[in-house]
């Protein structure tokens, strides 16, 4: 069966991730994290896509991103992934693929799940064990929303601004909000969405983007209906028009 083309849609913001190949590590010294990250913001600039957020994790990271065009996210990804491995082949004296296979992505719905997962991108280290709380690790966007840094690659989303009427209003309600953490069903369906493609959102969003495309954007019920309700938060959804 061939591959689903991945969906982007301008002005909603989109969950990615690309991960090392067979889980292998894409960085090795603190100047491959640094050198990612400015490429990043190089190419997010000429791709007119805003990064929200963003882990980089020993072997694959994260972001939260909204383009200003469908074009932006795949032209931002192939322009990183290339340079980045070129610059990685000839650090580490290597040659061949650096990448598992494409990055991966999913639409969310902001109103819902932006901060949330935001969240689950800051809690990637705490999760893997690599710290002990997220204010320790370096190579995120968490230090910029809690006061302690300036980060350039990152342009906070509008529901960012809304929780609170000053910085430091806002950096103490993100803190508290990553400090208590995300619901085991709101990470699994994190995880879920972004690894197969699922826009991740509540029935009307989903309905929303139903009524733009002609192609079905909820998983089929197979065999005869069980009278249970399928979980609402994610649906496949392929071959989008652009939402004015």
Known sequence: MARLPRLT??????????????????FTTGADYETLLAMLDEHARK????IHAYVLMSN??????????AAGIPQMMQSVGRRYVRYFNQRQER???????RYRSTLIQAE???LACMAYIDLNPVRAGMTETVGEY????YSHYVGRRNDRLISPHPIYWELGNTPFAREAAYAGLVQSGISPA??????????RGWALGEPDYVADLQRRTSRRVSMAQVGRPTG????????????LSPIK
């Open 228 to 239: 249970k309700r399928p979980l609402p938060e994610f649906h496949r959804i392929t071959n």
């Open 112 to 114: 819902r799940y932006l």
């Open 9 to 26: 849609v301008p002005g909603y913001p989109h969950h990615i991730i690309q991960r090392g190949n067979n889980r292998q590590s894409i």
């Open 47 to 50: 791709s007119s896509v805003a």
């Open 138 to 141: 370096p190579w995120s966007s």
């Open 186 to 195: 709101e990470q699994a369906a994190m995880t879920d969405s972004v690894l």
């Open 95 to 101: 040659t061949g693929t650096l990448w598992e296979g």
């Open 60 to 69: 694959h990271f994260h972001l939260l991103a909204t383009p200003e065009t």
